[in-house]
């Protein structure tokens, strides 16, 4: 039986900037800036976070750093028409492991594996 240990004297504060994180990730799809806000956020609250908060921080700078880069490649191939469907996939991959994300986070779960470069 795998068995789920709830984190204990978790600061609600640092639980909540993480959500803003996530929130700052999903408004950046339309806002644009607000990824940058909350990478900067990521960083300043990811050393002083409970180690199953630091997961999730290492996910989120991960995220905005792999989603730029898959962001530029798809910027790159719009002169070969499948850019489109790159960046098509980009916007989708970061809503999903936006979502998975704070799902984990609302359970008060660390991310499972935060290194992935896919969905989670």
Known sequence: MNEVT??????PQSQSNAKIIYILYLVSVIVGLTG?????MAYINKGEAPEWLKSHYQFLIRTF????????????????????AVLLFVLVWWIVRCVKGMQLLDKQQPHPNPTTWMFS
């Not at 709830?6 to 600061?11: E, K």
């Not at 940058?36 to 900067?40: A, F, P, S, T």
Request: hydrophobic content about 55%.
């Open 36 to 40: 940058l806000v909350g990478l900067v």
């Open 6 to 11: 709830q984190p204990q004297n978790t600061n």
């Open 65 to 84: 750093w792999i989603g730029l880069l898959y962001g530029v490649i798809g910027l790159i191939l719009t002169t070969l028409i499948i850019g489109i």
